[in-house]
Protein backbone atom coordinates (compact mmCIF):
# COMPACT_ATOMS: atom_id res chain seq x y z
CA UNK A 1 0.00 0.00 0.00
CA UNK A 2 1.48 3.38 -1.20
CA UNK A 3 1.99 5.91 1.75
CA UNK A 4 2.09 9.86 1.89
CA UNK A 5 5.12 11.37 1.55
CA UNK A 6 6.17 13.35 4.46
CA UNK A 7 5.48 16.00 2.19
CA UNK A 8 2.21 15.25 1.21
CA UNK A 9 1.15 14.73 4.66
CA UNK A 10 1.98 17.97 5.65
CA UNK A 11 0.01 19.62 3.25
CA UNK A 12 -2.91 17.28 3.75
CA UNK A 13 -2.74 18.37 7.54
CA UNK A 14 -2.47 21.89 6.44
CA UNK A 15 -4.98 22.52 4.32
CA UNK A 16 -7.23 20.60 6.93
CA UNK A 17 -6.12 23.43 9.33
CA UNK A 18 -6.53 26.26 7.28
CA UNK A 19 -10.10 24.66 6.51
CA UNK A 20 -10.89 24.19 9.48
CA UNK A 21 -9.53 27.66 10.70
CA UNK A 22 -11.76 29.36 8.51
CA UNK A 23 -15.10 27.22 9.38
CA UNK A 24 -14.66 27.99 13.24
CA UNK A 25 -14.44 31.67 11.77
CA UNK A 26 -18.05 31.42 10.39
CA UNK A 27 -19.33 29.88 13.43
CA UNK A 28 -18.03 32.60 15.02
CA UNK A 29 -19.63 35.24 13.12
CA UNK A 30 -22.80 33.26 13.00
CA UNK A 31 -23.00 32.66 17.02
CA UNK A 32 -21.37 36.58 17.88
CA UNK A 33 -23.41 38.61 15.10
CA UNK A 34 -26.52 36.97 15.07
CA UNK A 35 -27.67 34.69 17.21
CA UNK A 36 -25.73 35.02 20.59
CA UNK A 37 -27.12 38.96 20.89
CA UNK A 38 -30.51 37.64 20.91
CA UNK A 39 -30.48 34.41 22.94
CA UNK A 40 -31.27 32.68 19.15
CA UNK A 41 -28.47 29.81 19.52
CA UNK A 42 -29.80 26.59 18.14
CA UNK A 43 -28.71 24.03 21.28
CA UNK A 44 -25.49 22.95 22.24
CA UNK A 45 -22.63 24.29 24.52
CA UNK A 46 -23.59 27.52 22.80
CA UNK A 47 -26.84 27.66 24.03
CA UNK A 48 -26.07 26.84 27.88
CA UNK A 49 -22.80 29.63 27.03
CA UNK A 50 -26.02 32.17 26.74
CA UNK A 51 -27.13 31.00 30.14
CA UNK A 52 -24.08 31.68 31.84
CA UNK A 53 -23.42 34.81 30.30
CA UNK A 54 -26.69 36.37 31.42
CA UNK A 55 -25.80 35.61 34.78
CA UNK A 56 -22.67 35.39 35.13
CA UNK A 57 -21.84 38.04 32.15
CA UNK A 58 -18.84 35.42 31.15
CA UNK A 59 -17.75 35.97 27.48
CA UNK A 60 -19.37 33.36 24.88
CA UNK A 61 -16.51 32.00 24.09
CA UNK A 62 -15.02 31.46 27.41
CA UNK A 63 -17.81 29.91 28.36
CA UNK A 64 -17.89 27.43 25.49
CA UNK A 65 -14.36 26.10 26.22
CA UNK A 66 -15.07 26.35 30.22
CA UNK A 67 -18.41 24.03 29.39
CA UNK A 68 -16.38 21.63 26.30
CA UNK A 69 -13.11 21.01 28.92
CA UNK A 70 -15.47 18.92 31.28
CA UNK A 71 -16.78 16.85 28.70
CA UNK A 72 -13.57 16.24 27.01
CA UNK A 73 -12.40 14.69 29.99
CA UNK A 74 -16.01 12.90 29.97
CA UNK A 75 -15.56 11.00 26.57
CA UNK A 76 -11.93 10.28 27.49
CA UNK A 77 -12.74 8.37 30.72
CA UNK A 78 -16.15 6.80 29.24
CA UNK A 79 -15.95 6.53 25.40
CA UNK A 80 -11.94 6.37 24.97
CA UNK A 81 -10.22 8.88 22.44
CA UNK A 82 -13.71 9.98 20.39
CA UNK A 83 -11.99 13.19 19.48
CA UNK A 84 -8.53 13.42 17.70
CA UNK A 85 -6.06 16.26 17.89
CA UNK A 86 -8.11 18.48 14.99
CA UNK A 87 -11.45 18.45 17.11
CA UNK A 88 -10.00 19.54 19.91
CA UNK A 89 -8.54 22.48 17.60
CA UNK A 90 -12.03 23.16 16.46
CA UNK A 91 -13.15 23.75 19.42
CA UNK A 92 -10.74 26.19 21.08
CA UNK A 93 -10.17 27.90 17.54
CA UNK A 94 -13.81 28.81 17.07
CA UNK A 95 -14.55 29.87 21.26
CA UNK A 96 -11.62 31.59 20.93
CA UNK A 97 -12.96 33.06 17.89
CA UNK A 98 -16.42 33.95 19.15
CA UNK A 99 -14.99 35.90 21.79
CA UNK A 100 -12.54 37.74 18.89
CA UNK A 101 -15.06 38.89 16.44
CA UNK A 102 -17.62 40.22 18.91
CA UNK A 103 -18.58 43.16 17.73
CA UNK A 104 -17.63 45.35 21.11
CA UNK A 105 -14.33 43.73 20.56
CA UNK A 106 -14.04 44.90 16.88
CA UNK A 107 -15.35 48.05 17.54
CA UNK A 108 -12.63 48.42 20.22
CA UNK A 109 -10.04 47.62 17.25
CA UNK A 110 -11.61 50.59 15.26
CA UNK A 111 -12.82 47.73 12.54
CA UNK A 112 -16.54 48.49 13.51
CA UNK A 113 -18.77 51.47 14.20
CA UNK A 114 -20.21 50.57 17.89
CA UNK A 115 -23.21 52.81 17.51
CA UNK A 116 -24.14 51.25 14.74
CA UNK A 117 -24.98 47.97 16.25
CA UNK A 118 -25.95 48.32 19.68
CA UNK A 119 -29.72 48.35 20.38
CA UNK A 120 -31.88 48.10 23.43
CA UNK A 121 -33.64 44.42 23.13
CA UNK A 122 -35.94 43.40 25.87
CA UNK A 123 -34.88 45.75 28.66
CA UNK A 124 -31.42 45.02 28.08
CA UNK A 125 -28.08 46.77 25.53
CA UNK A 126 -26.84 44.25 23.13
CA UNK A 127 -24.84 44.72 20.10
CA UNK A 128 -25.49 42.61 16.62
CA UNK A 129 -25.32 42.91 13.15
CA UNK A 130 -28.91 43.42 12.40
CA UNK A 131 -31.32 45.32 14.32
CA UNK A 132 -34.21 43.95 16.66
CA UNK A 133 -36.73 45.01 13.68
CA UNK A 134 -34.75 42.15 11.71
CA UNK A 135 -34.98 39.37 13.99
CA UNK A 136 -36.00 36.73 11.66
CA UNK A 137 -33.64 37.65 8.90
CA UNK A 138 -30.99 37.50 11.86
CA UNK A 139 -31.99 34.20 12.75
CA UNK A 140 -31.69 33.03 9.23
CA UNK A 141 -28.61 34.51 8.25
CA UNK A 142 -26.77 33.78 11.71
CA UNK A 143 -27.87 30.11 10.88
CA UNK A 144 -26.83 29.29 7.29
CA UNK A 145 -23.33 31.03 8.40
CA UNK A 146 -23.00 28.91 11.20
CA UNK A 147 -24.02 25.98 9.26
CA UNK A 148 -21.39 26.33 6.70
CA UNK A 149 -18.80 27.19 9.36
CA UNK A 150 -19.83 23.78 10.65
CA UNK A 151 -20.02 21.84 7.51
CA UNK A 152 -16.39 23.39 6.89
CA UNK A 153 -15.62 22.07 10.17
CA UNK A 154 -16.29 18.73 9.23
CA UNK A 155 -15.39 18.54 5.83
CA UNK A 156 -12.18 18.92 7.04
CA UNK A 157 -11.87 16.26 9.44
CA UNK A 158 -12.63 18.47 12.50
CA UNK A 159 -15.14 19.12 15.14
CA UNK A 160 -16.78 21.52 17.86
CA UNK A 161 -17.00 19.07 21.01
CA UNK A 162 -19.99 19.99 22.53
CA UNK A 163 -23.12 17.75 22.21
CA UNK A 164 -20.83 15.26 20.35
CA UNK A 165 -20.30 13.83 23.38
CA UNK A 166 -23.34 13.41 25.38
CA UNK A 167 -24.88 11.99 22.83
CA UNK A 168 -21.83 9.25 22.31
CA UNK A 169 -22.39 8.56 25.74
CA UNK A 170 -26.50 8.40 25.16
CA UNK A 171 -25.42 6.05 22.42
CA UNK A 172 -22.98 3.96 24.76
CA UNK A 173 -24.83 3.39 27.83
CA UNK A 174 -29.04 3.98 26.90
CA UNK A 175 -28.42 2.04 23.35
CA UNK A 176 -30.65 4.54 21.32
CA UNK A 177 -29.58 6.07 17.83
CA UNK A 178 -27.47 8.98 17.27
CA UNK A 179 -30.31 10.60 15.58
CA UNK A 180 -32.71 10.23 19.14
CA UNK A 181 -29.53 11.06 21.05
CA UNK A 182 -28.79 14.64 18.94
CA UNK A 183 -32.90 15.06 19.43
CA UNK A 184 -32.84 14.32 22.86
CA UNK A 185 -29.98 16.78 23.85
CA UNK A 186 -30.55 19.16 22.01
CA UNK A 187 -34.47 19.89 22.78
CA UNK A 188 -33.26 19.34 26.70
CA UNK A 189 -30.98 22.34 25.94
CA UNK A 190 -33.02 24.23 23.87
CA UNK A 191 -35.99 23.62 26.68
CA UNK A 192 -33.33 24.54 29.36
CA UNK A 193 -32.54 28.17 28.15
CA UNK A 194 -35.64 29.10 27.27
CA UNK A 195 -36.64 28.63 31.23
CA UNK A 196 -33.34 29.84 32.54
CA UNK A 197 -33.71 32.94 30.41
CA UNK A 198 -37.38 33.39 30.74
CA UNK A 199 -38.57 33.40 26.97
CA UNK A 200 -40.37 30.92 25.44
CA UNK A 201 -40.05 32.31 22.33
CA UNK A 202 -36.37 30.76 22.50
CA UNK A 203 -38.04 27.51 22.08
CA UNK A 204 -39.34 28.67 18.79
CA UNK A 205 -35.99 30.34 18.09
CA UNK A 206 -34.00 27.39 18.93
CA UNK A 207 -36.09 25.07 16.84
CA UNK A 208 -35.96 26.88 13.90
CA UNK A 209 -32.39 27.73 14.29
CA UNK A 210 -31.56 24.39 14.64
CA UNK A 211 -33.16 22.75 11.66
CA UNK A 212 -31.82 25.39 9.43
CA UNK A 213 -28.32 25.30 10.70
CA UNK A 214 -28.68 21.46 10.25
CA UNK A 215 -29.69 21.29 6.69
CA UNK A 216 -26.96 23.66 5.71
CA UNK A 217 -24.14 21.60 8.25
CA UNK A 218 -25.06 18.51 5.63
CA UNK A 219 -24.98 20.76 2.69
CA UNK A 220 -21.42 22.05 3.42
CA UNK A 221 -19.60 18.80 4.45
CA UNK A 222 -21.46 15.91 2.18
CA UNK A 223 -22.49 18.26 -0.44
CA UNK A 224 -25.47 18.13 -2.46
CA UNK A 225 -26.82 14.36 -3.64
CA UNK A 226 -26.06 14.88 -7.04
CA UNK A 227 -25.75 11.05 -7.09
CA UNK A 228 -27.97 8.88 -7.39
CA UNK A 229 -28.63 4.86 -6.41
CA UNK A 230 -30.82 2.81 -8.17
CA UNK A 231 -32.39 -0.74 -7.45
CA UNK A 232 -34.21 -2.34 -10.74
CA UNK A 233 -36.43 -5.74 -9.47
CA UNK A 234 -37.05 -7.37 -12.82
CA UNK A 235 -36.79 -10.57 -14.88
CA UNK A 236 -35.00 -8.62 -17.49
CA UNK A 237 -32.57 -7.34 -15.26
CA UNK A 238 -29.76 -8.88 -17.87
CA UNK A 239 -31.13 -7.06 -20.63
CA UNK A 240 -31.53 -3.68 -18.82
CA UNK A 241 -28.14 -4.52 -18.04
CA UNK A 242 -26.77 -4.35 -21.73
CA UNK A 243 -28.88 -1.07 -22.27
CA UNK A 244 -27.03 0.90 -19.08
CA UNK A 245 -23.67 -0.50 -20.41
CA UNK A 246 -24.33 0.62 -24.12
CA UNK A 247 -26.46 3.98 -23.47
CA UNK A 248 -25.12 5.20 -20.15
CA UNK A 249 -21.69 3.88 -20.15
CA UNK A 250 -22.15 3.50 -16.17
CA UNK A 251 -21.30 -0.10 -14.26
CA UNK A 252 -23.73 -2.42 -12.13
CA UNK A 253 -23.98 -4.53 -9.26
CA UNK A 254 -26.63 -7.88 -8.81
CA UNK A 255 -27.57 -8.49 -5.47
CA UNK A 256 -28.63 -11.85 -4.28
CA UNK A 257 -32.00 -11.24 -2.76
CA UNK A 258 -35.16 -13.38 -1.94
CA UNK A 259 -39.20 -12.30 -3.04
CA UNK A 260 -40.64 -12.03 -0.32
CA UNK A 261 -44.37 -12.62 -1.70
CA UNK A 262 -43.14 -15.48 -4.30
CA UNK A 263 -40.57 -16.69 -1.93
CA UNK A 264 -37.76 -17.55 -4.38
CA UNK A 265 -34.15 -16.80 -5.53
CA UNK A 266 -34.26 -13.08 -7.46
CA UNK A 267 -31.52 -10.63 -8.45
CA UNK A 268 -31.59 -7.22 -7.84
CA UNK A 269 -29.65 -4.74 -10.29
CA UNK A 270 -27.57 -2.01 -8.43
CA UNK A 271 -26.40 1.57 -10.39
CA UNK A 272 -25.26 4.45 -9.16
CA UNK A 273 -25.51 7.05 -11.64
CA UNK A 274 -25.17 11.03 -11.95
CA UNK A 275 -28.90 12.81 -11.46
CA UNK A 276 -29.31 13.58 -14.93
CA UNK A 277 -29.52 9.78 -16.13
CA UNK A 278 -31.95 8.98 -13.73
CA UNK A 279 -34.58 9.44 -16.84
CA UNK A 280 -32.89 8.01 -19.69
CA UNK A 281 -32.28 4.85 -16.83
CA UNK A 282 -36.01 5.15 -16.42
CA UNK A 283 -36.65 4.90 -19.81
CA UNK A 284 -34.66 2.17 -20.16
CA UNK A 285 -36.39 -0.14 -17.60
CA UNK A 286 -39.86 1.17 -18.57
CA UNK A 287 -39.22 0.10 -22.16
CA UNK A 288 -37.51 -3.46 -21.47
CA UNK A 289 -39.88 -4.10 -18.51
CA UNK A 290 -43.01 -1.79 -17.79
CA UNK A 291 -43.85 -3.79 -14.76
CA UNK A 292 -40.29 -3.79 -12.78
CA UNK A 293 -40.14 -2.16 -9.34
CA UNK A 294 -37.55 0.81 -9.50
CA UNK A 295 -36.31 2.08 -6.56
CA UNK A 296 -34.30 5.79 -6.67
CA UNK A 297 -32.68 7.45 -3.68
CA UNK A 298 -29.77 10.01 -2.83
CA UNK A 299 -25.86 8.83 -2.52
CA UNK A 300 -23.84 11.41 -0.75
CA UNK A 301 -20.72 9.74 -0.54
CA UNK A 302 -19.06 7.70 -3.76
CA UNK A 303 -15.59 6.25 -4.06
CA UNK A 304 -14.51 4.93 -7.40
CA UNK A 305 -14.14 5.57 -10.85
CA UNK A 306 -16.23 8.45 -12.60
CA UNK A 307 -17.03 10.04 -8.60
CA UNK A 308 -15.43 12.32 -6.88
CA UNK A 309 -14.66 10.83 -3.31
CA UNK A 310 -15.65 12.48 0.47
CA UNK A 311 -14.65 10.87 3.79
CA UNK A 312 -14.94 12.35 7.16
CA UNK A 313 -13.01 11.16 10.15
CA UNK A 314 -13.03 12.75 13.00
CA UNK A 315 -10.57 10.95 14.60
CA UNK A 316 -7.42 11.84 13.65
Known amino acids: MKKLSKKQYILRETKNLVGITFGALLVAIGYAWFLMPYNMSPGGVAGVAQV???????????SMILLNVPLFIISFIFIGKAFGTKSIYGMVISSVFTDFVSIKNLARLGLMEL??????????TIYAYLSPNDLLLSAITGSVILGLGLGLIFRFRGSTGGTDIPVALIKQKAGLSIGTGYYLVESGIILFVSIMLKDPKILIWGFIN???????????????????GVYVIS??????????FRQLDRGVTFLKARSGYENKDIEV????????QVGQLTDIVKDTDPDAFMIVTDVYDVMGYGFRSRNLDLSE
Open 269 to 276: LFCVLNRR
Open 115 to 124: SNHTFIYNGR
Open 52 to 62: MNYYFKIPYGL
Open 210 to 228: LFITTKITDLTSEGLPYVK
Open 235 to 244: PEVESIKEEI
